[in-house]
């Protein structure tokens, strides 16, 4: 039962490098979301796709790009890294927009990104 | 800003002992979810409310959505160690594009 698979899962970046976070989801859902997480903050949507072959900026998506590769797969790109972009980063999916009605989103295990 | 403010920010209890956690906001919520993480892992769904007064129970939990739907709580019962974790609360705004507004999590440690 994999659920949500992200890769990697721990990551250090020195400023100005680029890489780019994969997520994919077996669960046949329409929407994909990345998030990040910081200490005392909850978390903060960057970027989602509704559906397939569609993508949005969510509350912080400066420094940000997404892809969203099929329906399985939603991948996030951080062109030039900066310190303020260490966080934990986490995929979820749910099968159908969450502001559409209330729908449980799975969550992977997260990415913990460091760039110094 | 729509905030949604989750108090205490962290509680260590005993085992054994009740707890409450709570989920403010003065916004409306169409829906408000509650999630538990445990360290390492993501966010996991425990409970959706929907209806304003709702009351949900799953084992030991209860969960309230307040009347007005700006407000929840979560009761544990005769916590227990396995109940450790960051529970986080997460609200629907109606007609938003942001999809859930998140609170910052209580941190809840059950010692045995």
Known sequence: NAGVTQTPKFQVLKTGQSMTLQCAQDMNHNSMYWYR?????????????????????????????????????????????????????????????SWARATEAFFGQGTRLTVV | ??????SPQFLSIQEGENLTVYCNSSSVFSSLQWYRQEPGEGPVLLVTVVTGGEVKKLKRLTFQFGDARKDS????????????????????IPDSNYQLIWGAGTKLIIKP
């Open chain 2, 73 to 92: 709580s979560l009761h544990i019962t005769a916590a227990q160690p396995g109940d450790t974790g960051l529970y986080l609360c997460a609200g629907l």
């Open chain 1, 37 to 97: 997480q910081d200490p005392g903050m909850g978390l903060r949507l960057i970027y989602y796709s509704a559906s397939e072959g569609t993508t949005d900026k969510g509350e912080v998506p400066n420094g940000y790009n997404v892809s969203r590769l099929n329906k399985r797969e939603f991948s996030l790109r951080l062109e030039s890294a900066a310190p303020s972009q260490t966080s934990v980063y986490f995929c979820a999916s749910s099968a159908t927009p």
């Open chain 2, 1 to 6: 800003t729509q905030l949604l403010e989750q």
